[in-house]
Each structure stands twice: as structure tokens, then as C-alpha cells.
């Protein structure tokens, strides 16, 4: 769908184009035939010098949406296009998938020596290049700036796009203070076209961006927020590292993913874990130094089967379209980081799973980050929201893509492909069991005038005679072995619930439990309170017999993209595959930034006899053509 915010049109900016330049390039320099969803609109907008903020989830082609009306506005004159980017990896993917593509682009980082640095600013002062990325920082430098005011005396600064526009907003999961001075752009170059791009950015998010980039007079393009080919599973957390070994193992062996841990030393002792395990695991959070983390990345982009086991720290901009799992460990801050990460899965639209594990602890630790921040209290009431928002996802008994996209604003129908609709949870009537707890921890605070945590609650529901039972008398309480009939693990789902539902909150450095002002509600009966039933747990033996019998297992299954070759075609792939890697080792780039596995697969289906017959592949640009086409027929004719 589009929403109009209003549009700004330069007066001094004629149309340069028909629609039909644009869809030109994207045959002729990217090799597909036809845009996809709002792509086109975006486009033609853009292209005939109009401002817009973009809303297109990962993997859905945002970066064609600024490429395109770069290429075209910079054929008919009008001179260099500025990519704001927060990340070098995603500059170095972008800059050396245009290049592939026969578009000259550049970048502007760190990673420079001077003299490479002088080369690009001259070919940038000339208006010779099409693409410059640069980060927000260099961008706003009295050097840069005067760059650019050159160009733009000169007519030769095209348009600005805004990647991860979402990093402007403090209401944002990724608040970054540098983009703040972006508004600069609006007031120093009011006719030269702004487009800010992101992934994922909730009602208050959006108006946050369009306040800061002064895009009031934007056109809004909102596209769907549905990924379907990502399969959402949450489950309750029980020795969680068994479970993703599990998941692992069962759904995505020999295949490449993410997971994400909340600490450093989690992501640390979860990778060599997994490689004891067999899994081919790499750590990368922000305490490691700049080169181990640069060379984790380039394993994971250039290798087929690496699990990287990271941080928040890694994600945002990694191009790689064949990572077919995302796995939380530890629950994020809220739904748009949850969406963000989870669509750095399956980019190439082939099926991938998005699984988190989430539990009592995870639910305290993120409501007491929120509590103890030195924030102002509008933006933790915000942030408490947005983790009720999340907290409602993670216990839902209906759809979880409902829910997700709900979040976003569109209404959807059940998916059929999450776990709650492959297998719709059992529930049970727990409002006497939630008032038994509330009145236990009324009876603590009453009696004792103090909070306790969750351990000895539950002992004193479970009649459990401890050492720290007796030492507060709380066996004479009357609450004491009332739920008795209730295991543990019964009780920390109960209490879990509780606390996600807002019921009960967790209270100072040894997270003691409080009732909040909507418990009153719960104890009196008014409010009933249905709970997931838990799932059924593996046998507890199942690992270390899937561990036993890991050596009998194929080292690699099929690329999704390749699926349902026949047996021959998945010869020609895997001979178009191995082609492919060298030319990657040769030019240093990512296998996918040659072709993916998508355009290989469609390759070795088809099997071109001519360079025609090549050209119709999509994927295949006119560059790309000329560079590789005979050795590609090559490649199919010899198998």
C-alpha cells in the first residue's frame, strides 16, 4: 500500500526519464524483468526528483529503489548520488555488487589509505561516479560538505538516500546520535531529491524519521511487512543450548545462520560450544578487535555452512540471501528488532526458519534494563510498550505472523506456516493458579515487608521446607503448599505469564517480585487469566544420540535455492557453483555478489545454449553477460 505524507517536487528538477529508462536499467544492468511490489512507484517518484521515505522489509529490493534512479538521473547529467550508510561491510557488499553490475560506485571509510581516499574524492568532484557511500559522520565534515556544495553548484549532486533511516529515531531499536545532523541535507540542498529507506520502523518510529529528516512534504511508500517464506517458532526455554542444538541438527544441517545471544560472554562460550558439538561456529560481538570480527564476517559471507553466534552487534546490512536460520537465545528489546533480525533470514525468498528459545529470566532482565535506564520517563513508557508488544508475540495462542504484522499496522489472516498454526497450543484456565501466586507474594510484602524472587515463591506455593523458608517463617503462611499440585516448571510458566502480562513486576538488584495496580483485578477474579499449556519436552537423551550418530550424516544438504532440481540439474548447479567460487576468490567478493544461488539454480533448470538464451536468466545483466556468459555455457555444456 502507499500512504501519502505529502510530496515536495523541485521546481528546479525537470523529469528526466519515462518510467520506461528506469525499467531499462533494471533489464539491462540488473537482469531482472520486472519490479517488484511499490519498486516501480518508488522509482518513478524518486527519479523525477521527489522525496520519500521507504518501508520495505529486508529482502524486499530497497537498495534498487535509490540504484536505479541514481543510474538514470546520472545518464541524463545530473551528476553523483550520496549513499548515507551506518556499516562498512554493507558499503564494501553494495559497492562491489554495483561494480559487478558495470556501474561505477565508491565508498568513503576507514578502511581507505589516503591515497585511495584522494583518488575517490577526485572521481567524486568530476561527478564521474554514480554511487558514493559514506557514513553519517564523514558525510557532515566541513571537507565532505564542501564536496558537495561544488557538485552542487554545478549541478552535479543527484540525490541523497538515507539507508537504516531508522537509526534517526531515539524512539527506534538502533538510535545512532550521528544521523541526528542529517537534516542538514534538506536545508543546504533543497533541490537535490531525498529518499530515507528502513526495514522496520513502528507509527512512532515513522514520525520520528519524517520530524528529524525533514521529510514532512515525503511521499510515504509502505510495503508489506509479510515474509512468508519465514517460518516464526518461540518456544519455552528449557536448557536452551540443547534445544538449538536440536533445531540446528534436525532443520538446518550443513546450512548457514545466525544466532543471537544478549551478551558477550554468552556469544563466546555458545560458539565453542557448538563446535564441540560439530557446528562450524564463529563468535563476533563489539569486544572483539576490528580485524577478528572483519574475518568471522568474511567466513560467514563467503562460506556455505558457517553459524555465526553474535551480538546485536551483527546484522544490519549483511547482504547474504542464503541464511536460512535466525535463533534468538535470549529474548530482544522489542518487535521491530525482532523483525530485523529475523529478516536477515531467507533474503533469497526460499523457506527459512526464524526460532527463539525465551523464558522467565528473560522477561525480568529486559523489563529491569527498561526500569533502571536514566532515561526520561516518556521514552521507558514507550519502551515498556514496545516490550509488552513483544511479550504478547512470545505467549500468543493464535497466528505469531497475525500478531507480527498486526504490530505494523496490516491485517492479515492466519499463515498456516508458524508453530502455533502447524501446532495450535494447548491452554488451560489459570486464573485460580494466578491468584494463588499473587496472594503469596501480597502475604511476602505483608508480613515480611520485603519482596523475594522466584526461586522461594515457588517453594512456599510447592510446600517446599528450605532453609530460607523457615528462616521467614513463611511455612506459616497461608499460602504455604497451596500449590502443591503444580510442578515447577508448571509454576515458572505460570509466573513467567504473569510478569509478561504486566501482573507482576520484578523489583531492584535481586530482581524481587512486586504485584503491580492490575494484579488488584486478578486476585478479586475479574479478570480471567488463560495460559499456555507447555509443550511437551524431548527426551533428555536425544542429543547425545543425535551427537553419536552426527558422523553418519551427509556433510551438506541441498541449497534451498536448488531444491527442486533433478539429479542432473543439481550436477550443472553444483559445477556453476564451484565455477562461481573461484571468480569470487579472484575479484574478493562474496560468491553471492556474483550471482546467487537463485540465478545458478535457474541456470542449471534452463541450461542456455547461447548467450541469448543466457540473457534471459534473471539475474543476468548486460555486464555480467559480457564478463562471464561463454564461461558459463561453457560450464552447462560440459555437464
Known amino acids: 500500500m502507499i500512504t501519502s505524507a505529502g510530496q515536495r517536487q523541485s521546481g528546479s528538477v525537470n523529469r528526466p526519464t519515462a518510467p520506461a529508462a528506469a525499467a531499462s536499467v533494471l533489464h539491462e544492468v540488473f537482469g531482472y524483468s520486472a519490479f517488484r511490489g511499490l519498486q516501480a512507484e518508488v522509482v518513478d517518484h524518486v527519479t523525477g526528483g521527489g522525496d520519500a521515505l521507504v518501508l520495505m522489509p529486508t529482502g524486499g529490493g530497497k537498495s534498487l529503489c535509490y540504484q536505479i534512479p541514481a543510474i538514470v538521473r546520472h545518464r541524463a547529467g545530473q551528476g553523483v548520488a550520496v549513499v548515507v550508510s551506518p556499516l562498512i561491510a554493507l558499503m564494501h557488499d553494495q559497492v562491489g555488487a554495483l561494480e559487478e553490475a558495470g556501474v561505477h560506485a565508491a565508498f568513503l571509510n576507514s578502511t581507505l589509505s589516503s591515497d585511495e581516499a584522494s583518488r575517490i574524492e577526485r572521481e567524486l568532484r568530476s561527478g564521474r561516479l554514480v554511487l558514493l557511500y559514506a557514513a553519517p559522520e564523514r558525510l557532515l565534515t566541513p571537507r565532505f560538505l ?39 541535507l534538506h536545508e543546504r540542498y533543497p533541490g537535490v531529491p531525498r529518499i530515507a529507506l528502513t526495514a522496520t520502523a513502528d ?5 520520528d524519521i519524517v520530524v528529524r529528516l525533514a521529510l514532512e512534504g515525503a511521499q510515504t511508500f509502505i510495503a508489506s511487512f509479510d515474509r512468508p517464506n519465514i517460518r516464526y517458532a518461540i518456544v519455552e526455554k528449557d536448557e536452551p543450548k540443547r534445544q538449538l542444538l536440536r533445531f540446528l541438527r534436525d532443520e538446518h544441517e550443513g546450512e548457514a545462520g545466525i544466532v543471537y545471544c544478549g551478551t558477550r560472554k554468552k556469544v563466546e562460550e555458545t560458539a565453542d560450544w557448538l563446535n564441540t558439538e560439530g557446528i562450524a561456529a564463529l563468535p563476533y560481538h563489539a569486544g572483539l578487535d576490528a580485524g577478528m570480527r572483519q574475518r568471522h564476517q568474511d567466513r560467514f559471507l563467503r562460506e556455505d555452512s558457517v553459524v555465526m553466534v553474535a ?28 523483525y530485523q533480525e529475523t529478516g536477515r533470514a531467507g533474503r533469497d525468498g526460499a523457506p527459512a526458519n526464524a526460532w527463539m528459545a525465551y523464558g522467565l529470566q528473560d522477561v525480568v532482565n529486559q523489563r529491569r534494563m527498561i526500569d533502571e535506564s536514566p532515561a526520561e520517563e516518556e521514552f521507558k513508557r514507550v519502551q515498556r510498550g514496545k516490550l509488552d508488544a513483544l511479550l504478547a508475540l512470545a505467549e500468543a495462542h493464535d497466528c505469531r505472523r497475525v500478531r507480527l504484522l498486526g504490530y505494523f499496522g ?35 510484602h505483608a508480613t515480611s515487608g520485603i519482596g523475594f524472587g522466584a526461586g522461594h515463591l515457588i517453594d512456599v506455593l510447592r510446600g517446599k521446607v528450605t532453609d530460607k523458608v523457615t528462616q521467614h517463617r513463611h511455612e506459616r503462611l497461608s499460602t504455604f503448599a497451596i500449590g502443591a499440585d503444580l510442578d515447577e516448571a508448571r509454576w515458572r510458566g505460570v509466573l513467567r505469564q504473569l510478569v509478561a502480562l504486566g501482573h507482576v513486576v520484578p523489583e531492584g538488584e535481586y530482581n524481587t517480585l512486586a504485584l503491580s495496580d492490575s494484579a488488584r483485578a486478578v486476585l478479586k477474579g475479574e479478570v480471567p487469566i488463560v495460559l499456555r499449556q507447555p509443550r511437551a519436552a524431548a527426551p533428555r537423551g536425544r542429543v547425545r544420540k ?19 532440481l533433478d539429479a542432473a540439474a543439481q550436477a550443472r548447479f553444483a559445477a556453476l557453483k564451484a565455477w562461481r567460487a573461484e571468480v569470487a576468490r579472484e575479484h574478493n567478493l562474496p560468491a553471492f555478489l556474483v550471482f546467487h544461488d537463485t540465478a545458478l539454480a535457474a541456470m542449471a533448470r534452463e541450461r542456455p545454449a547461447s548467450l541469448g538464451e543466457l540473457a534471459g536468466i534473471s539475474g543476468v545483466g548486460a555486464k555480467k553477460l559480457e564478463a562471464y556468459g561463454r564461461e558459463i555455457l561453457q560450464v552447462l555444456s560440459a555437464n
Not at 556544495?149 to 531515539?170: K, P, T, W
Not at 507509527?203 to 514520525?207: E, K, M, Q, V
Not at 551480538?311 to 525482532?338: Q, S
Not at 508453530?419 to 503469596?440: Q, V
Open 146 to 184: 564542501a564536496m558537495l556544495d561544488s557538485l552542487h553548484e554545478r549541478g552535479l549532486l543527484s540525490l541523497f538516500a538515507i539507508d537504516e533511516a531508522h537509526c534517526v529515531s531515539q524512539w527506534g531499536h538502533d538510535f545512532r546520535e550521528e544521523y541526528l545532523g542529517l537534516s542538514i
Open 203 to 207: 507509527h512512532i518510529t515513522r514520525a
Open 311 to 338: 551480538t546485536i552487534a551483527f546484522g544490519m546490512g549483511i547482504d547474504k540471501p542464503d541464511v536460512r536460520f535466525v535463533a534468538h537465545l535470549d529474548l530482544p528489546k522489542n518487535i521491530e528488532a525482532y
Open 410 to 444: 496490516e491485517a492479515s489472516a492466519d499463515c498456516g506456516n508458524c508453530d502455533n498454526c502447524l501446532t495450535h497450543p494447548e491452554t488451560w484456565d489459570g486464573t485460580e493458579a494466578a491468584r494463588k501466586l499473587l496472594s503469596c507474594i501480597y502475604r511476602f
Open 546 to 564: 543425535e551427537r553419536a550418530l552426527a558422523s553418519d550424516r551427509a556433510p551438506t544438504r541441498a541449497p534451498a535455492a536448488a531444491a527442486e
